[in-house]
């Protein structure tokens, strides 16, 4: 068994929590990747990265805030250099689908001289049950700048699936996988879904982007924050995505899980219970 550890970062964060579950599960030694992380790692101070990278097998890569962000990916670029550098030459990237930045980050990565592998994900189910949504959701109604677009939204336990897979099994370096759920659904009809499997009445509002702008200026949001949720509900959701891919039936052998069995297990778990 290899008792080198697996470098997580973001390690605390939807993908990488669960990754860090899994592996362990495995017993393969992790490495959490976090600016509370022993040693403690920080996307914006350099000067961590060295000492996280040391004595490590593989690494899993999330950017934080996101892979969106500008400048996002000349990081991950120096990131990769410096892990080859290091010796560490499995690197796994997390990426999102039609985001310009993204995919440039993709093509450092490729370049790196690094072993990759690219996950490339469509919108998270768990956005919905993690993330800024809950509370629309418990005050029951979400308004948003979306209309009728497609959004086939993966579940984050696929992604950490595959992310377990292709970290522990040999035959994924060089391999792209876009990773989708098996259905498309308008945010209106995540939103009904959710409210069949609370049973609550949770209505869905379309809004103009000059409302959607004043709502996240309200929450007082730090810049990067601000800027990715606009680029993410004005931009990127205006119909590139509206396409479903077989990433994760190449990458584990099953169908992806769909959006109504994520919305009745969330349910029960009581998150959305007022």
Known sequence: MNTKPVLILGGTGKTGRRLAERLTAKNIPVRIGSR???????????ATW???????????ISYYPDIAVPG?????????????????????????RGETEAQRAEEMLKASGADWTILRCSWFSQNFSEGFLVESILEGEVALPVGNVGEPFVDVDDIADVAETVLTE?????????LTGPRLLSFADAVTEIGRA??????????????????????????EFAWLLDELFTKVLDGR??????????????????????ATETAATGIWSK
């Open 198 to 223: 609370t049973g609550r009445d949770i209505r869905y509002r379309q809004i103009s982007h000059a409302e959607f702008t004043d709502a996240v200026a309200a929450h007082n949001l730090p810049p």
């Open 241 to 262: 995505n509206e396409t479903l891919t077989d990433g994760v039936q190449r990458a584990l052998g099953r169908q992806p899980k769909d959006f109504s069995a994520y």
């Open 36 to 46: 509370a992380g022993t040693p403690p790692f920080d996307w914006l101070d350099k």
């Open 50 to 60: 060295g000492r996280a990278l040391e004595g490590v097998d593989a690494v899993y």
């Open 170 to 178: 040999p035959g994924h370096i060089g391999q792209l996988y876009e």
């Open 72 to 96: 996002a990916a000349e990081t991950v670029e120096a990131f990769a250099q410096l892990a080859v550098e290091c010796g560490v030459k499995r690197l796994v990237l997390l990426s999102g």
